[in-house]
């Protein structure tokens, strides 16, 4: 996914973009990037790769090597940035979170009616924040060029801009996909994709932006460029998964979000008379946890962690871009605590069923170290379609999914005229589909998170959430 971090300060800025920068390090593991604008210098960049060392110790040379007032930083899973671009507006720093679906047609079309260029990567690739540069360039000013970037765009794009006369715009996604704060001090501004990261700088909370909403920020101002559009649809799987524990996002706070998830969870089993002699609750660490809390709170189960992930020198297993890759560091990390194990029935709650690989290799790390039992539930409802907003899931097919691909070979083809029904535990395709699953990972049982519990777990209304990755609606 990726996240950004920017500030335009009356002393020097760098310090502040390195720590809200690092603040951002949950939200990807591969690239990262600063840049730096001094009235002298001009714009400075630093760009790492960020997947065998963390933010902070690939980029403390910073403080050194980099000096200016305005500063914007970037964490991101895919291409390297931010860039910098010279253009008819300005030389100037660019960052942009999100994907872009359509970028061949995009560079096809700008190559045949502009007769540019772009600079390649290996393989062929276009690094997609030169292309969104490229398009904001079409336009006379960076307001009507970012929505205009945003019109064409297939996908999802938060804007972060440095110029050269040290002020910062940042634009939100036309649809509100995920978040930007504005922040301010004493010394400036600050603009971020997670408000905790400023709050801990000493920035108070301006404002959150609207779908669409584009804003300047200087030492002294923040202006309005763009009024935000009604329409929103921010991620669901923000709270669920991708959230760090302190983020709020639109007034609802991640952690207290998965408390209340896993009590929901918890009275379903309640109300359906299931895993009611359980030994242990526990959560699939890290971001299972709270969820898992939620569900034993509200159980009267107690809440136990049978095995702990040894974070200290692993990356996360979600990351790597090599599922051989994924698997093994999730071996690596898992380390057991066999009293809370040995003929023990456990009930783990995980944040999500993506793919289930992982899943498979966990529960039968907690067989082989002797537990009786092991309980599935997953806060957030069967994932039965590759995000084409965000692409958490790294999926390149639907068929990547366990959900989608339990369904094949339950029904066939036929099986994806009736992906609604396998969504719902009440049916009986939906009660096939979890058998199925867990037949295939030696659950005890298994459940899902209802689409109707997530949506009253965040506590939005239903038609400013995206939930394609569960029901497929836009």
């Known amino acids: 996914m990726g996240g950004f971090f ?76 931010p860039l910098i671009i010279s253009s008819k507006m300005g030389t100037y720093a660019i960052c942009v979170i999100g994907i872009v679906n359509n970028a061949k047609e995009l560079v096809d079309s700008y190559l045949k009616v502009g007769g540019g260029h772009f600079n390649a990567m290996t393989g062929g690739k276009i690094n997609a924040t030169e292309l969104v540069a490229a398009l904001i360039s079409q336009k006379e000013n960076f307001s009507d060029g970012i929505q205009y970037a945003q019109g064409l765009i297939d996908g999802t794009a938060n804007i972060l801009i440095l110029k050269d006369d040290g002020n910062i715009i940042a634009a939100r996604d036309k649809l509100g996909r995920i978040p930007i704060s504005i922040g301010k001090s004493s010394d400036g501004y600050c603009a971020a994709s997670e408000a905790f990261a400023y709050l801990k700088l000493d920035y108070q909370t301006v404002t959150e932006l609207g779908p669409g909403e584009i804003v300047e920020i200087s030492v002294d101002n923040m202006t309005q460029l763009a009024a935000p559009g009604k329409a929103k649809r921010i991620c669901s799987f923000l709270w669920s998964y991708y959230g760090y524990p302190t983020s709020t996002y639109e007034g609802k706070n991640v952690e207290l979000m998965r408390y209340k998830n896993g009590q929901i969870m918890a009275k379903n089993d309640k109300n359906a008379g299931v895993a009611e002699d359980i030994d242990y609750v526990g959560g699939v660490p890290d971001s299972g946890t709270p969820h898992a809390i939620g569900y034993a709170n509200e159980s009267g189960k107690p809440f136990a962690r049978a095995f702990i992930k040894y974070t200290p020198t692993w990356a996360r297993s979600f990351t790597p871009t090599k599922q051989s890759e994924r698997n093994r560091v999730a071996k690596m990390k898992q380390i057991p605590i066999h009293e809370l194990i040995k003929d023990k029935k456990l009930l783990f709650v995980d944040d999500s069923i993506v793919r289930g690989t992982q899943l498979k290799e966990t529960v039968d790390f907690l067989y082989e170290n002797g537990a009786e039992q092991v309980h599935m539930r997953s806060a957030c409802p069967p994932i039965m ?67 109707d519990g997530i949506i009253e777990s965040i506590g939005l209304n239903p038609c400013d959430l995206c939930t394609y990755c569960w029901n497929g609606e836009e």
């Not at 590759?386 to 068929?399: G, H, I, M, P, V």
């Not at 959900?403 to 096939?432: P, Q």
């Open 6 to 81: 920017g500030v335009v300060s009356r002393n020097d800025a760098v310090s502040d973009a390195f720590f809200g920068t690092d603040y951002h390090s949950h939200l990807g593991t591969r690239r990262a990037g600063m840049a730096v604008y001094d009235k002298n210098i001009g714009i400075q960049r630093e760009i790492h790769n960020i997947e065998n060392s963390p933010f902070r110790t690939k980029f403390d040379d910073v403080f050194d090597e980099m000096q200016g007032t305005s500063a914007i930083g970037c964490i991101s899973d895919y291409d390297p940035q």
């Open 385 to 451: 379609y590759a995000c084409k907003y965000l692409n958490f899931s790294r999926n390149t097919s639907d068929l990547d999914l366990i959900a989608r691909k339990v369904i094949l070979e339950l029904e066939g083809k036929e099986g994806e005229k009736h992906i609604k029904e396998y969504s719902d535990s009440s049916t009986e395709r939906g009660k096939k589909l979890r058998q199925a699953i867990c037949e295939k990972f030696n659950f005890a049982s298994l459940e899902f998170q209802s689409l």
